[in-house]
């Protein structure tokens, strides 16, 4: 349901997640390797080699190597899974990590400049993040992993050739100069995490259900305001939002964009005809009293505050924001608390997207060729990335030993050990720094179907009632145009001018002003560089499938 922001998400998931597959990513047509230090072909031992990922030779050193992770920030000191790597996978892990965001782009810069890449890095995929990585890859530091890739496929096999193609192969020289890690996104594992959430212990005080379409959410909210009393000497509000107000704009618009690639046709809800009962709908809500005046000129704290303080009945939420209001209201009155409902749909349109899965990687594993061409460097940490890769190793990596720390329950599911998920969760905890869990999963990888209890709260565990607002994936031709100059000059602009407009007509004295209001901000953005920006996308987009087709 979020816009999508100019530059890419850093998202808010510190979940282990799946890889993707870059299928027929090959030598054949990706570059060819052979006799590179990138080439696993013959020479490239293609069964076990000693003291590799599968233990080998007791007495062969393990491989050391630098692991330089910029997308974290965890302390990784020499922990219980550290040592059990050097013994049963001879490897040696050497961690780094230093989170740096965006400034990666600088940090890779630098790097390239000064020609000195570590052994092994992690990077998040900013845009231009992965560009210097393939001018990395032509400067001959860092290798290429067509052939790994091709070898050991289960690196790369829930992922989505075209995506990847697009968006990791350097076209000057058909290489792939990283492997894919963190599909926070992926199909098989994005959780459904934001959606309409209302006070439980209010419905049963006005013995009313849950509301699923806007008719139905009108009666609800005007049972809170006649029924429900003051909190604290201030009035109760009915119904507030902050930027998820997409998700109420998107029972009429279906999501914040809608492409037709066989049309050639692109709306986003600035410029979306069918806003425009949104609109209404709400100035409706706001002459009645059903709306907080303030929501769209409200701070996220004061926002955060007011659901706090127990005296809103109806949002849509990100189920951590819910988790953290919930805790607020239950020292008050164990008795209350909001729960997820369905997703808010008007009757005869779609339902709702409140989410997009992605074949999108946030972050990807680098190797330098100074690090590659000692010895059988790498062979056997593409034999370890390889197990890493496993449903067998990634157990391995995120629950420790067999029956360790982690058992299963009645249904199958892999469980914390009560003793265990009490000191991991007590303030300022050293349970993951002592015993690395999930630390050396190098992959992020996550085991589909999921075998985990799910550890999130009661409450953010019922917004599985929102997975049916989950959409499909937005077109690959959106996804793998890139923004032009005039889209990401004014991009932002045009979300805030909406704001702007949102307001006046929201905030109208009546609804045939707020019609008038909403025609004249269709007008506006005609002219404003919306316009500007659909056309200069669909330029792309119909430029990229003319070449890709």
């Not at 961690?95 to 965006?102: A, L, N, Q, T």
């Not at 996104?185 to 379409?213: C, F, N, S, Y």
Request: aromatic share 10%; charged share 25%; net charge negative.
């Amino acid at each position: 349901m979020k816009r999508r922001k100019a530059s890419l998400m850093t998202l808010l998931i510190a979940c282990l997640t799946l890889t993707l597959v870059l299928g027929g990513c090959t030598s054949n047509n990706g570059g060819n390797n052979a006799g590179s230090v990138g080439n696993a072909g013959e020479n490239g031992h293609a069964g076990k080699s000693e003291g590799g990922a599968d233990g080998g030779d007791a007495q062969q050193e393990p491989l050391k190597f630098v692991f330089h992770n910029f997308s974290s920030n965890v302390l990784q000191p020499n922990n219980e899974m550290y040592e059990w790597l050097k013994a049963n996978k001879k490897v040696d892990i050497q961690f780094i990590s230093e989170k740096v965001g965006d400034k990666i782009v600088e940090k890779l810069n630098l790097m390239l400049a000064g020609g000195d890449v570590p052994d092994v890095m992690e990077i998040e995929n900013y845009d231009a993040a992965v560009e210097i990585v393939k001018k990395m890859g032509e400067a001959g530091l860092v290798i290429p992993m067509n052939d790994w890739i091709a070898k050991y496929p289960d690196l790369v096999k829930y992922g989505n050739t075209e995506y990847n193609n697009a968006v990791y192969r350097n076209k000057k020289d058909g290489n792939i100069y990283m492997i894919p890690t963190n599909f926070a996104q992926h199909e098989a594992i994005l959780q459904a995490d934001v959606g309409p959430a209302i006070r439980e212990d209010w419905l049963k005080l006005v013995g009313m259900e849950a509301p699923k379409t806007p008719d139905e959410l009108y009666e609800v909210l005007k049972a809170f305001r006649d029924q429900i009393p003051d909190v604290n000497g201030k009035k109760i509000i009915p119904a507030t939002f902050d930027g998820n107000k997409q998700g109420i704009a998107s029972a009429w618009t279906r999501s914040w964009m809608d492409l037709s690639v066989e049309n050639g046709t692109l709306m986003f809800q600035w410029n979306n005809p069918a806003v425009e009962e949104y609109m209404v709908y709400m100035n409706k809500l706001y002459r009645e009293k059903l709306l907080d005046p303030e929501m769209l000129t409200q701070q996220p704290d004061q926002y955060m505050e007011k659901l706090a303080s127990g005296r809103v009945g109806y949002t849509v939420s990100i189920y951590w924001d819910m988790d953290k209001n919930n805790a607020a209201l239950k020292a008050v009155d164990s008795g209350s608390r909001f729960v997820p409902i369905a997703p808010f749909r008007v009757p005869g349109k779609p339902l709702p997207e409140y989410a997009n899965p992605s074949p999108r990687a946030f972050s990807g594993i680098v190797v330098s060729k100074k690090f590659a061409e000692k010895g059988d460097n790498l062979v056997r940490l593409m034999e370890f990335l390889n197990w890493n890769a496993t449903n067998d190793g990634a157990r391995v990596l995120n629950y420790g030993e067999e029956g360790k720390y982690y058992a299963k329950n009645a249904e199958g599911l892999y469980d914390m050990k009560p003793e265990y998920k009490t000191e991991r969760d007590k303030p300022n905890s050293d349970f993951i720094p002592r015993t690395g869990l999930g630390v050396y999963n190098l992959l992020r990888f996550m085991i589909v179907p999921v075998e985990s209890v799910n550890q999130r709260t009661e409450e953010a565990q019922m917004g599985k009632i929102w997975e049916e607002a989950r959409g499909k994936p937005l077109p690959l031709a959106y996804q793998l145009t890139t923004p032009g100059p005039i889209e990401q000059q004014k991009w932002g602009q045009m979300w805030s001018e909406f704001d702007k407009w949102q307001a006046k007509a929201i905030y109208a004295k009546s609804e045939e002003e707020t019609r008038k209001i909403t025609k004249e901000m269709f007008e506006a953005f005609e002219t404003n560089g919306g316009r500007d920006i659909v056309n200069e996308r669909l330029k792309s987009i119909q430029e990229f499938e003319e070449n890709n087709n």
